[in-house]
């Protein structure tokens, strides 16, 4: 199936950051030299992608100007003739009209950022990408996609059962397998009430009529409009799918994901791996 408009939500006020997000996007927090937001962007650019909604919010505004020309510095670059720093300065410039952005007046929740961006998608199905969720390899989505048909899929992972109560939990049918077909879902439940420790991380393919349930703001947990309550009110009308992700998941949301993710990707990097190497080598 052909998926071609994703959802960025950016508009979280993220709390857990705090105080290095009090100006500055949680999205723009760099892994070694480039934001959150450009690895999920290039992660669904690589799987077909071809609309980039972002829902932001105020104090937002520096995700719009990364994507877009920064003049003053690609003349001073081109001047100086530094053809490599410029490309990369450019590299995340699309053909006119490929970003979109709504705003989402208050932190109501990952459901009421989706719902933000109702218009802008027609009767077709659409991701959803978390730009914090740092997976990997960044062809978590283009798998789903592989795999959708129809209905809601989301990504999940195994959690230690101590952690379940942070997460959105799903209870399926057959849990060896990649592709699973989800019966329950709860999100952020006590240890007692899980109805396992498959959590869903945050990859999403969702049917449209997703925003007719989005559509009457229901509260859930921590008062939020929540994505989980949603797509769990469609379960039995709606095929629902989990699908198991394959790579390693950084929490960037929080400051050891995120400096797990940042050692990651620098040792996975020629430029960077042997001097780090040896630097971790000496400190530990
Ligand atoms: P999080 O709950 O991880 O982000 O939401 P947060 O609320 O910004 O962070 P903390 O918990 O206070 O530290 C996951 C994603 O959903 C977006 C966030 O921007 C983040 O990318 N989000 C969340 C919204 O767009 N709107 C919301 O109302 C809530």
Redesign the pocket.
């Known amino acids: 199936m052909h998926v071609k408009k994703a959802i960025f939500?950016?508009?979280?006020?993220?709390?857990?950051?705090l105080p290095a997000t009090k100006s500055m996007p949680?999205?723009m927090l760099p892994i070694v030299d480039k934001p959150l937001i450009q690895y999920a962007v290039e992660e669904a650019a690589n799987a077909g992608i071809e609309q980039f909604i972002f829902?932001t919010?105020r104090g937002k505004s520096a995700i719009e100007n990364h994507f877009d020309h920064s003049f003053e510095l690609e003349n001073n670059l081109l001047a100086k003739g530094k053809r490599t720093t410029l490309a990369s300065a450019q590299e995340m410039l699309k053909i006119p009209g490929s970003y979109a952005y709504v705003r989402?007046q208050e932190?109501?929740?990952?459901g009421?950022?989706i719902w933000c961006a109702r218009h802008l998608i027609q009767n077709e199905p659409f991701a959803v990408i978390?730009?914090?969720d740092l997976i990997f390899g960044q062809s978590t989505i283009k798998k789903m996609i592989k795999n959708y048909t129809s209905g809601n899929m989301v990504a999940i992972m195994e959690v230690d059962k101590e952690k379940v109560s942070s997460y959105g939990i799903v209870k399926v049918d057959n849990s060896d397998k990649d592709l699973m077909q989800i019966n329950q879902m709860v999100e952020k439940p006590s240890i007692e009430n899980a109805p396992s420790n498959l959590a869903i991380v945050?990859r999403y393919i969702l049917d449209d009529k997703i925003f007719d349930v989005l559509e009457k703001q229901e509260r859930g947990a921590s008062h939020?409009i929540q994505l989980t309550d949603a797509i769990s009110s469609q379960i039995g009308k709606k095929p629902c799918f989990g699908y198991k992700i394959q790579d390693e998941r950084f929490d960037c949301?929080s400051k050891l994901g995120f400096l797990q993710a940042n050692v990651s990707y620098a040792l996975s990097r020629n430029d960077l791996n042997s001097d780090l190497t040896d630097w971790l080598k000496k400190i530990i």
């Open positions: 939500p950016v508009g979280g006020l993220g709390t857990r950051f949680k999205e829902v919010s989402q932190p109501a929740g990952l009421h950022a978390l730009a914090d945050g939020e949301g």
